[in-house]
């Protein structure tokens, strides 16, 4: 078994098929087909079944790629490392952020590392809830993770500063009068919240029980962008951290009371190479906000 071969079946897992997967590697279409069929000869299994939509991995197909996928990408970091110098490091970093987390400082850290590093290539998923950070950590997908802190954070994690919250108010919204908004103010007021299993919701149900507030929820949503444009137009109030806040969204904004802050943490991989702790040193330099005196996400 080749590297090459690995990296071949996960395109075709990726796009379904055997000539598209030619077409995104550049290399002709039989070769991915022989490669493929050497692949599963050598392994004595069949890896993919064929679909009216297309290639699918089948069940032992799945496992095996899963182990793949790891296998490429420490090759990956494997030939960074060795290629990396002073000023010429190459290669891929994987990065994941959980959503509305680091929305404004993680822009600013991935800007100096390509300007210090141009040639190296940057990956970032956003991934909106800690098991599916912790399930992408597992796999060895990810060379760095930014979240926020909860009790099952890595006795190794890095403190890098906090998360403020803020309110986010409608236009005309009475509390915007008010330099910053008492939470209990907020009783009988609909929610915009996000999804169930997400580090967001669980900051603002947390907030909503300390304060003794039960939510009327109006929406769910996904991205921070929308619950601040939703609650702006009037559907209801939200919460989200203060650099996740949208430009031309700061008028409705207040600070909430009591203070609303978030550890956030870096989780870097084992063994990290030159790429992580660059990435790592920049992000300790951006701006955070000072401890609060916050329980974490649980």
Known sequence: MSLRQFEYALTVA?????????????VAQPSVSQQIRALERELGVQLFAR????????????????????????????????RGGADELVGELTVAVQMGFGTRQLPGALGALRRRFPRLEVTVLEEPSSAELDRLCRRGVLDLALMAACEQSPADAHHLGDEEFVVVLGTGHRQLAADRVELRELDGEPWVRFDRDSALDGVLLNVLSDNGLTPTTVARVSQTATAVRWAADGLGVTLVPASAVPHGHEHLVRPAFPVVSQPVIAVVRHGAGPAETALLELLRQETWSEPASVSPVS
């Open 51 to 82: 679909t009216p939509t297309g290639l699918v991995p089948t069940v032992v197909g799945r496992a095996f790629l899963r182990e793949a996928e790891a296998a490429v990408n420490a090759a990956r970091r494997a030939r960074a490392t060795a």
């Open 14 to 26: 990726e796009v379904g098929s055997v000539t598209a997967a030619a077409e995104l590697l550049r």
